[in-house]
């Protein structure tokens, strides 16, 4: 049976149901390890400004282990926060045929792609990294002589969607070498209890002054700049809406600002609903709550927020600046507007909340396509690359 070693920096939600789902398939053994303990407990998240514990499983149903992170200053955010020096032995005592790399920015991950290339085993690499951001002539000259070696040398990539691809490819990987295994969310986590979570949504909508024919923009996302979250409140607030509302999920360091520019806006001060964070379990009828979700990020490499409404039939706006829209978003489940321009963003808002007959045929046509991006064809492409990289195809 083909052994697959996958090295993640720290236990992540959307993951581990991919983990059960590789062990479930029945036909490769998976060891996880993990260079941080970072989210098993109660942990203050910079992000959202506050302590989160996820409420759903995160180690329950594959095998792992978790290394001693050495770091001083322990954090995903910069180089030496994962510094594992004992990873490339104790993946070693697993013996595997292929070892699963999850990005390459940290300490942990150079030493262990070295070392597999030492002794002669395929790495495979999985990133979100596309090309989508603008960078400086240096910084752009710095990464092709940094990355074009580390590439080279990969028994294959692993893409998250098109601009993934696009990105390995500019890097030296043939493209014979690069799988794509989506990016995924458990739809079926997402699509469970459909009649329960449509009434709860309904007691939320209730709770929130919402009458049931309103239409409800929703956001969910952390509350910080690069989200854009301004300006969504600056799209909405543009002219009175008196049947629609905006509603924001989540947590972060612009919580007062974005509270502050919402009662200020001319006509928000009744209809811009900010629930906080909310947890895991509660998230599909968090989703189920809106009409019409709204990521508008400045820069996104993905957007799995997106995965996630898509699975609650909700129509999609995007900025063209979220990794996912080339995959998720089109004209036949929603928009893409361009990043920043809250204009743009006011148009769409305004077609799309006059025809309510095309945001639910939008919302179908959204669960359509997502059914067929989930956590089986993720698993396939995971393991497709990987017999590939071992020569057991």
């Known amino acids: 049976m083909l052994r697959i070693a996958l090295l993640a920096t720290h236990p992540i939600q959307y993951q581990a149901p991919l983990f059960r789902a590789l062990v479930g398939r029945g036909d490769v053994e998976i060891k996880v390890f993990y260079c941080w303990n970072f989210g098993v407990k109660e942990v203050m998240d910079p992000g959202f400004g506050r302590t989160i514990r996820w409420d759903v499983p995160l180690l329950d149903g594959y095998d792992h282990e978790f290394l001693p992170n050495r770091a001083r200053s322990p954090g995903t955010n910069h180089f030496w926060g994962i510094v594992n020096p004992e990873a ?9 045929d292929v070892v699963v790399v999850h990005n390459y920015v940290h300490f942990t991950e150079n030493e262990v792609i070295a070392a597999a290339r030492l002794f002669r085993v395929p790495v495979l690499l999985r990133s979100e990294s596309n090309l989508l951001p603008r960078r400086p002539l240096l910084t752009t000259i710095a990464k092709r002589l940094v990355l074009t070696p580390l590439m080279h040398g990969l028994g294959g990539a692993l893409a998250i969607g098109t601009l993934s691809a696009k990105y390995f490819e500019h890097y030296g990987v043939p493209k014979e070498r690069i799988f794509v295994a989506p990016y995924s969310v458990d739809n079926s986590f997402f699509q469970a209890r459909p009649d329960e979570v449509r009434a709860e949504a309904l007691a939320w909508r209730k709770e929130l002054g919402i009458a049931e024919d309103d239409l409800v923009v929703l956001y969910a996302a952390k509350l910080i700049p690069v989200k854009g979250c301004a300006d969504l409140i600056a799209a909405f607030s543009a002219h009175p809406r008196p049947k629609a509302h905006l509603v924001i999920v989540g947590d972060g360091v612009l919580r007062d600002e974005l509270s502050a520019l919402a009662r200020d806006a001319a006509f928000g001060q009744k209809n811009i609903h900010f629930l906080g964070f909310v947890n895991q379990k509660r998230m ?17 490499p993905w957007g799995l927020a997106v995965n996630e409404a898509m699975n609650l039939r909700q129509p999609i706006v995007v900025s063209d600046q979220v990794g996912s829209a080339p995959d998720l978003v089109g004209q036949d489940n929603g928009w893409v507007f361009p990043a920043g321009n809250v204009p743009s963003l006011t148009r769409v808002l305004d077609e799309a909340l006059a025809d309510r007959d095309g945001l639910r045929a939008r919302g179908e046509a959204s669960r359509r396509r997502i059914d067929g991006w989930g956590i089986p064809q993720t698993a396939e492409g995971f393991v497709k690359a990987a017999r590939a990289a071992a020569g057991r195809l």
Request: proline fraction near 15%.
């Open 88 to 96: 490339p032995l104790q993946i070693a005592k697993f013996r595997p």
């Open 284 to 300: 599909p009828a968090a989703y189920a709550l809106g009409d019409l979700f709204v990521l508008p990020s400045r820069f996104e």
